[in-house]
């Protein structure tokens, strides 16, 4: 018991301890205008700038969410 409760205690601070990857070069993003429906929990969603030119949607309740056509 003492082993899991101290493994998940280092695998915490580790996790923790990592630095939070650095902000994209703003050549590098290119302008969209997305919108995104959770069909989970309904949650809606406006994306503006992707990084690249591989638009994946975003996820949210562990899906993905669904493109909703502009209107």
């Known amino acids: ?5 101290l493994g998940a205690g280092v695998w ?6 990592q630095p939070v990857p ?10 969209v205008e997305a919108r995104y429906h959770c069909t989970v929990c ?3 969603l406006t994306v503006t700038r992707i990084q690249g030119d591989e638009e994946k949607p975003p996820r949210h309740c562990r899906e993905e969410m669904d493109l909703v056509p502009n209107s």
């Open 1 to 5: 018991m003492f082993a899991a409760i």
């Open 12 to 17: 915490g601070i580790r996790l923790l301890a």
């Open 22 to 31: 650095p902000e994209p070069a703003l050549e590098d993003l290119i302008e």
């Open 42 to 44: 309904g949650m809606r």
